[in-house]
């Protein structure tokens, strides 16, 4: 067996049909009223989760330190001038320690697998929920993360939580070199994975009222240019208002 055909014979066994090349795509919850945030409300920040690495040729992430901690401080001065535009209506949730802690990235965690569910059975038409055809037929979108989120450190004092998460996958020099050989072969293999989650959650309810999720977002989050992209691209039609927008109102 040659190096092509080994090579063909590895993209058809790794190649998976998944809906990889979505867009960006938004919701807001169908009985969610945007004019309620204007006026006071305040939402708590919670900090970012943020992974950053390398993508192997079988696919497998691989996590890298260095860039990933590029990305927190890119990401972290992104948000932090994002943030400043709204004033005092977001709010950094405090510092968690011991159990708080734990609770805080139990719910982070959560936060990433729903949206990886509303990505693949929400905005997805090929793939739905047993549970959720009859909203998606009704074009309702109904997605929580459980009352529970009450309990997190800061919500007493706050209306609404914001949560995000990053996780960026870079094609290693033996991924790409697959996905020439597989296109060769007519086989679709992606190289890389640039998810962006950003969702604004009640914190009476649990229910997300507002979400963008994409596996596929833009902005290379090591550098500062890309970050501020890819910031941006997470509030896309963020449903409060800016300070400024606000004034010239």
């Known amino acids: 067996m040659n190096f092509l055909t080994k090579m063909l014979a590895a993209v058809l066994a790794l190649s998976v049909p998944a809906p990889l090349a979505a867009q960006e795509r938004g919701a807001v919850r169908h009985d969610f009223d945007a004019t309620q945030l204007q006026g006071g409300a305040r939402i708590l920040v919670f900090r970012p989760r943020i992974r950053v690495g390398e993508q192997s040729t079988g696919g497998m992430f691989e996590p890298r330190a260095d860039w990933t901690e ?12 994002y943030q400043a535009r709204f004033g005092a209506s977001l709010i950094d949730a405090p510092e968690a320690f011991g159990d708080e802690a734990r609770l805080v990235d139990d719910y982070i965690t959560l936060f990433s697998v729903v949206s990886e569910s509303i990505v693949n059975y929400q905005f997805f038409v090929g793939n739905r929920l047993e549970t959720k055809k009859a909203n998606n037929r009704e074009d309702i979108f109904d997605w929580s993360l459980g009352s529970g989120v009450g309990e997190l450190p800061g919500a007493a004092q706050a209306d609404y939580a914001l949560f995000i998460n990053v996780e960026d996958h870079y094609g290693s020099t033996g991924r790409k070199v697959l996905q020439v050989f597989a296109a060769l072969g007519g086989v679709s293999v992606t190289s890389g994975r640039h998810a962006g989650f950003a969702a604004l959650v009640d914190l009476h309810t ?4 507002w979400v963008n999720a994409d596996l596929q977002m833009g902005g290379d989050v090591r550098e500062i240019d890309g970050a501020q992209r890819r910031v941006e ?4 039609d963020f449903p409060l208002l800016p300070n400024d927008a606000v004034a010239a109102e």
């Open 233 to 236: 691209q997470l509030f896309e």
């Open 206 to 209: 649990g229910n997300i009222l």
């Open 70 to 81: 590029l990305a927190r401080d890119n990401l972290g001065t992104a948000i932090d001038d």
